[in-house]
């Protein structure tokens, strides 16, 4: 669980607390999940829009 979130464990041992870190944090793009269903139109639509009429240079 550690290295999959990279958020440190902490526990308790004898009174003690120990706390758990991954040696290495991975970044933050690595830790991004996939939404397929986040569009709700084709991705070519996207694509082929004319933004002109909306350009105001």
């Known amino acids: 669980m550690v290295l999959e979130t990279g958020k440190p464990l902490e ?3 004898k009174g003690r607390k120990l706390k758990i870190i991954p040696a290495s944090v991975p970044g933050k793009l690595k830790r991004l999940k996939v939404h397929k269903d986040y569009l709700k ?3 070519e639509e996207l694509v082929h829009i004319d933004w002109s009429g909306e ?3």
């Open 11 to 13: 526990i308790e041992r």
């Open 41 to 43: 139109c084709d991705p």
């Open 55 to 57: 350009w105001k240079p």
